[in-house]
Each structure stands twice: as C-alpha cells, then as structure tokens.
C-alpha cells in the first residue's frame, strides 16, 4: 500500500484547506492524520474507522477539523476550518495497524510522504 498527501498550502490565519490522501488499495483498516512542525514531535490530528462511524480529534483541532474517507475512491480527507498559525506543519496521513484509529504511532505502518500546510497571521 502507498499513500500520497496532497492539498497544502499557503494560507491566512482564519482560511481553509482540504487536504487528501490517496490510497493505492482498498484498506479495512483505520486511517489517520498527523503533522510534524519544525523541531517538534509527530502529533496525531485526526483518524477515522473504514465505515466513517469512529472518528477521533486531537482535542486543539476539535470543531476546526473534520476527517472523512470516500472508500470508493480510496481517499482520506481533513476538511481544516479556521486555521491558526500554530497548525504550521507537514500533514502526513497514515494507514492503521487496527481498526479502529488510535493516536499513537507504533500502531501505523504505512506512511505517506506529506504535505506542507503553513498559515500566516
């Protein structure tokens, strides 16, 4: 399975970017997105279960964020509202060990390569 992140950006503070993540095969398994800014840990954003039934926020994207799945196409997406320079990264999505999405990186084992996403004030 390999995955491609596209849709960042350059945006204001207050903007919007939809970000997806192809997926080369159909998977069953959880699938999630992280970010990593400048010499900062990788940090968990959002995830969601195949169905779309189980989703989960890192709590500082929580009512900004909205993560889906069209398995049709084999694509995840992260709706991101109201953006703040702090949400500064590299987003990279990620295909779960599991099935339902967890927050912590040892349990994915597929990564993509990432998309940059950089909100000026």
């Known amino acids: 399975v390999q995955l491609q992140a596209s849709g960042g950006g350059l945006v204001q503070a207050g903007g919007s970017l939809r970000l997806s993540c192809e997926v080369s095969?159909?998977?069953?398994?959880?699938m999630s997105w992280f970010r990593q800014a400048p010499e900062k840990g990788r940090e968990f954003v959002a995830g969601?279960?195949?169905?779309?039934?189980?989703?989960i926020y890192t709590d500082s994207v929580k009512g900004r964020f909205t993560i889906s799945r069209d398995n049709a196409e084999n694509t995840v997406y992260l709706q991101m509202n109201s953006l703040k320079p702090e949400d500064t990264a590299v987003y990279l999505c990620?295909?779960?060990?599991?099935?339902?999405?967890?927050?912590?990186?040892?349990?994915?084992?597929?990564w993509g390569p990432g998309t940059q996403v950089t909100v000026s004030s």
């Open positions: 095969s159909r998977t069953f398994n959880a």
């Open positions: 969601i279960r195949y169905g779309g039934s189980d989703t």
């Open positions: 990620a295909r779960s060990k599991l099935i339902k999405p967890t927050a912590r990186p040892h349990e994915y084992d597929t």
